[in-house]
């Protein structure tokens, strides 16, 4: 890999300057009701968690969302501006989940001997296609399926994940969290939930000092990253993985290792 090239920093960040400068200009022209402000607020939530986040991930091979957090802050700093809020919801969230795909991509070509200019410009072309792809896809679906994302769409098309973010979006941004969250609010007491999510990590640490099976219990992952990943479904949606993983990755790779190794 030493005799590929390396994609330079400065790349990276003009690629960042020009998709800051289209966002801002596509929130500005269009009329969101929006202020182009809200793609700065979001991209500093990605600096500020990337590598955090980035952490756990390389750790765990799971991704804490930021949604609820972005979510948190965009209705603090828009109150009573859904619009803002979400946009800075989508460039704060979005963009930390992306930048730890395309990490992750960049180790998997490391892995396989791809240039990284190849990798980077892979994923340049991929995002430019697939926004173009995805607002044709959206389009289509609000326009042409009859009653998509009603309770009585003919072909089950609820969309439970949509509907979620958008009682989000009534519940964050057009009501607020301050309203809800603020000093005398009936949910004031959940904000220690946030100091409390600070502090789990620490007696386990501790105890995987004295008792070795701590150090397979990661609290961010087992608390928070987990159980959030169930919403907005049900058990049923994620139980019928559990069995199927114990058996293959525990049981089969115990007793058939170089089976497992092969087809696992």
């Not at 791809?114 to 389009?139: C, D, E, K, Y």
């Not at 009603?150 to 057009?174: H, I, K, L, M």
């Not at 969290?177 to 640490?205: C, E, H, Q, T």
Request: glycine letters at 8%.
């Amino acid at each position: 890999m030493m005799s590929y090239r390396e994609v330079p920093e400065w790349v990276y960040f003009t690629v960042l300057c020009i998709s800051i400068c289209i966002g801002a200009a596509g929130i500005a022209a269009y009329p969101t009701n929006a202020s182009p402000v809200a793609v700065l607020y979001g991209v500093l939530i990605a600096v500020i968690f990337c590598v955090p986040c980035g952490i756990i991930k390389a750790i765990t091979n799971i991704e804490v969302p930021l949604n609820v957090i972005a979510e948190v802050f965009g209705g603090l700093w828009f109150p009573g501006k859904a619009n803002d809020m979400n946009f800075l919801k989508i460039y704060g969230y979005i963009t930390t989940s992306h930048t730890l795909h395309f990490a992750q991509d960049l180790k998997l070509a490391h892995y396989a001997h791809i240039p990284p200019w190849v990798t980077f410009n892979g994923q340049i072309f991929a995002t430019l296609v697939s926004s173009f792809v995805s607002t044709a896809i959206l389009n289509y679906q609000m326009t042409k399926i009859p009653g998509v994302c009603t309770p009585g769409q003919a072909d089950r098309f609820t969309c439970p994940n949509t509907n979620t973010s958008f009682t989000s979006t009534v519940f964050w941004g057009t009501l607020g969290p301050k309203r809800m969250f603020g000093a005398g609010a009936i949910y004031n007491g959940l904000l220690w939930s946030f100091l409390a999510g600070a502090l789990l990590p620490i007696p386990f640490y501790l105890l995987s000092k004295k008792w070795k099976v701590f150090r397979y219990f990661h609290a961010p992952v087992f608390m928070f990253g987990a159980t959030f990943s169930r919403a907005p479904y049900n058990l049923a949606n994620v139980w019928p993985a559990i069995p199927v993983a114990w058996l293959f990755n525990y049981y089969i790779k115990r007793r058939y290792l170089g089976w497992w190794s092969k087809y696992n």
